[in-house]
């Protein structure tokens, strides 16, 4: 959680900055040319500073990585909710639909 916005992960690119790999980072690797790679690496060996972090929004942003994560979330999460339409158990399909509008939205 790049932005903060999600309090259950203590704050904006703390996965990052404590070694932690996510979508986020994998999908910035992916497209980030050779000096911003290093950049990238350097933070998730926890070498992250204030500027680092901002530095890795710079290029996170650049490569459009979170728009990019949404979209992917926002397609497997209809994929998810699409197979539970094809569960014919009702008691397993009341289960799924309430997990997946607990725990996708």
Do not use: C, W
Request: aromatic share 4%.
């Amino acid at each position: 959680d790049l932005d903060g916005t999600n309090p259950a992960h203590g704050g904006g690119g703390t996965d990052i900055l404590k070694g932690r790999p996510t979508l986020l980072f994998a999908m910035a690797l992916e497209a980030a040319d050779g000096a911003e790679r290093a950049e990238l690496l350097a933070a998730a060996e926890g070498s992250g500073t204030a500027a680092a972090l901002e530095r890795l929004r710079v290029i996170y942003d650049k490569y459009r990585v979170p728009a990019q994560a949404a979209l992917l979330a926002e397609t497997e999460r209809t994929r998810a909710l699409g197979a539970v339409e094809g569960v014919r158990h009702e008691g397993l399909s009341a289960l799924f639909s309430f997990l997946g509008a607990t725990l996708l939205d």
